[in-house]
């Protein structure tokens, strides 16, 4: 038991700093008047961590990514629960230091509209689609950064015709947009989005 908790240590923190650089990414551009889009910086920002910290952990940076991939196996229970403690956590250390930046500016409101709900489950489905289709090697290694970040890119801005476009949970709640469509709407959507990849790529 103790060398599985050393051996998760790394992806652990992998997941915890992954997950940190991607709120702070979305928080920042959120609540300041910078020149790069909040989807392209998201986006950016999740196609470098693929690269960087994908061969430790995978780079889900994401709870509904992690609990989709569990429902396809591709993920252990114990694994995939040490992940989203750590997603958490790194978005929480985002909000610190991005409100000590910025104040009440990145704080957003919630999506409480129905379509909200669909919206986020459908662009999560998009991003988890993809996210899976890396997992199950059915993409180059080489693409496998483009391949996320242009799914979670396409996810955004399908989601973002009625909703916050979060598509994920960790990160809505860090910016205060917690609500059934921003925590419920990804899980759905991703779980939805990985079994379609392991039923369209055919594996078992």
């Not at 429902?71 to 750590?86: D, E, H, K, M």
Request: proline residues 3%; glycine residues 12%; contains cysteine.
């Amino acid at each position: 038991m103790v060398a599985r908790k050393s051996a998760l240590l790394r992806p652990c923190m992998a997941e915890f700093f992954g997950t940190f650089c991607l709120t702070l990414a979305v928080l920042l551009t959120m609540g300041a008047s910078l020149a790069l889009s909040t989807p392209v910086a998201a986006a950016l920002t999740l196609g470098l961590l693929v690269y960087l910290i994908g061969p430790v952990s995978g780079a889900h940076v994401n709870p509904a990514i992690t609990l989709g991939l569990l429902g396809i196996g591709r993920i252990r229970s114990w694994t995939a629960l040490c992940y989203i403690v750590s997603q958490c956590a790194g978005a929480v250390v985002a909000l610190v230091l991005a409100f000590g930046a910025l104040g009440a500016n990145v704080i957003a409101t919630p999506d409480v509209a129905l379509m909200a709900v669909f919206a986020e489950a459908g662009g999560a489905f998009i991003l988890a689609f993809g996210v899976a289709s890396v997992a199950l090697n059915r993409v180059a290694a080489g693409a496998a950064g483009l391949a996320v970040s242009g799914a979670l890119l396409v996810g955004i801005l399908f989601a973002s015709v009625a909703s916050g476009a979060y598509l994920n949970p960790a990160v809505a709640l860090a910016a205060g947009a917690a609500s059934v469509a921003s925590l419920l709407g990804p899980i759905v959507g991703a779980a939805l989005g990985a079994l379609f990849a392991r039923w369209l790529h055919g594996a078992e």
